[in-house]
């Protein structure tokens, strides 16, 4: 570093005027942390905005360091700050926002029953059918329809089948009910009406029953060793009696026997001409007449 030359007229001033500036600012940084003959600092007033519409001036003042130790020493520096804050007025609202438009309710109709126009009168009138109650399983049968406004393009329908039908006078038609129309039991519709249906009838009805089944159980079958004729062992279901019978017997009143196997016995009825076909079954051990043991005959001798 190079040495200050004191003999330059210059350098004398320079180094005079660095010492003032030095003693000046040395002085003034005294005053301001410590000051002069025991004076507080000067303070600085500041304005600070307060919650009141009035705002009220603030002063700030720097303390000095027995002023900040004291201040930190302080308990009250620790103690609870209540806020205070001032009211606030909201301005009053120009609608309700939680009202809403809410429509009104539809109003409900009356339910009401209309009531029920009744139907015009059949031009043709079917008073009744004959017979009007037959068996199941029979064989063709000649229907007889009585009534009145019958024409010779009338019809008689069956379940909606039309069938060949007579005219005999406008009181009175006919037709053949095959049998395939009453093989099982349950109504039958019957109605009398043109094709084009331009003409129709009121609705009758035709009941088909069971027809009656004979009440016995067929046991067994009983061949002579001569082959003339075979005996079939029935029990009455009523009475559990046996019986003994051949072909061409009747039993129960109307049941004829028309066939004996050792499989099956057919029995017909006399008066519908239905067959019914009655399977052979076992007899109970030790009962009917099967199980009895067959007794000796003369003819038979052990000795010679």
Known sequence: ??????????????????????????????????????????????????????????????????????????????????????????????????AY???????VAAVTTPTPTPEPPAPILLASVSPSNVYARTADFKLEAAGDKFTPDVRIY????????SYKNPQQV?????????????????VVRTPDNHLYSNPATINVAEPPTPNFTYIGIISPTNRVADTAVVQDRNNKNYLSVYRGDVIGGRFRVTSIS??????????????????????????????RPTPRVDSEDDEP
């Open 1 to 98: 570093m190079e040495l200050v030359d004191l003999s330059k007229p210059g350098e004398k001033k320079k180094l005079s005027s660095a010492a003032v500036l030095g003693l000046a600012a040395i002085i003034v940084l005294w005053w301001a942390f410590f000051g002069f003959g025991g004076s507080k600092p000067a303070t600085v007033t500041r304005t600070q905005p307060s919650p009141s519409p009035q705002r009220a001036a603030q002063t700030i003042s720097h303390p000095n360091a027995a002023e900040v130790s004291a201040a930190a020493n302080d308990p009250s520096r620790f103690a609870e700050i209540i806020w205070q804050t001032s009211p606030y007025n909201a301005p009053e609202a120009k609608r309700n926002i939680f």
């Open 101 to 107: 438009y809410e429509p009104p309710k539809p109003s």
């Open 158 to 165: 069956v379940d909606g089948r039309e069938l060949p039908t």
């Open 174 to 190: 006919s037709a053949t009910i095959p049998a395939s129309f009453i093989s099982n039991a349950g109504a039958r519709n019957v």
């Open 262 to 291: 050792d499989k099956e016995l057919v029995l017909t009825d006399t008066t519908l001409k239905i067959k019914h076909t009655l399977k052979m079954t076992e007899a109970e051990k030790g009962s009917g007449p099967l199980s």
